[in-house]
C-alpha cells in the first residue's frame, strides 16, 4: 500500500489547496466589495448652481434704464431648468446639492426645508443657507421664472424678471428701498 496510497493521496491534497485559494479569493474579493461600499455610501454628489451669470445682450441704441437708487450690485442670471424643475416638485426627496453665487465669488449652500407646489405649474420654496454662511431665502417660481429674496448676514439679495424670461439678480439696500 505503500506508494500506490501516496500517489492518491497527492492529487486529493492539490485540489484541497486548489479549492483553498479560490475560496480565500473569494473570500477576499466580497470582503473588499463590502468594506469599499461604505466609503462609496458616504460620498455626496457634488453640488449645482441654481444659476450662472451671463452677459446682457447687446442693446442697439437704445438708453440704458436708470439704475434705482437702493440697488447697489446687479447682473443677470440665467437659471438652471432642470434643477428648477426638481426643485419646483414637492414630493422630490431627497433634493440635490444647490448653491448660489452671489456677489463675492463663494458659492453658498441651500438647505431647503419648504416646498408647496401648485397645479398651475407654480411652487414657493422656503429655506435656510448651510453654514459657515446665515440667513433664508424664499422662492417663488411659475414655469420657468423665478423671484426671490435672500437675507444672508446683513446683506439683502433679490431676483426680478427683466422681460423675455431674464432674470437679474440684485444686491440692495433695505434702507433706500420704497416702501411696499
Known amino acids: 500500500m505503500g506508494s500506490a496510497g501516496q500517489h492518491s493521496l497527492m492529487p486529493f491534497v492539490l485540489h484541497r489547496l486548489k479549492h483553498v485559494s479560490y475560496g480565500c479569493l473569494l473570500l477576499a474579493g466580497l470582503l473588499s466589495c463590502v468594506c469599499a461600499f461604505p466609503v462609496w455610501a458616504d460620498e455626496r454628489p ?3 448652481s441654481l444659476w450662472q451669470t451671463v452677459l446682457p445682450p447687446p442693446t442697439t441704441n437704445q438708453r440704458p434704464t436708470p439704475r434705482k437708487p ?3 450690485r446687479e447682473r443677470e442670471i440665467a437659471l438652471d431648468l432642470p434643477l428648477l424643475q426638481v ?3 414637492a414630493g422630490a426627496r431627497p433634493h440635490p446639492r444647490v448653491t448660489i453665487e452671489l456677489f463675492d ?3 453658498h449652500e441651500l ?3 419648504s416646498t408647496v407646489s401648485r397645479s398651475n405649474d407654480s411652487a414657493t420654496i422656503r429655506g435656510t443657507f448651510k453654514p459657515p454662511s446665515r440667513g433664508d ?3 417663488v417660481v411659475n414655469g420657468n421664472l423665478l423671484v426671490g429674496t435672500m ?3 446683513d ?3 433679490k431676483t426680478e424678471h427683466v422681460a423675455n424670461g431674464r432674470l437679474r439678480l440684485l444686491e440692495v439696500d433695505p434702507e433706500k428701498m420704497p416702501p411696499d
Open 87 to 89: 426643485l419646483k416638485d
Open 155 to 157: 446683506r439683502l439679495y
Open 70 to 72: 437702493w440697488v447697489l
Open 111 to 113: 438647505d431647503l426645508t
Open 46 to 48: 457634488a453640488p449645482k
Open 105 to 107: 465669488g463663494a458659492s
Open 137 to 139: 431665502f424664499i422662492f
Open 151 to 153: 437675507q444672508l448676514s
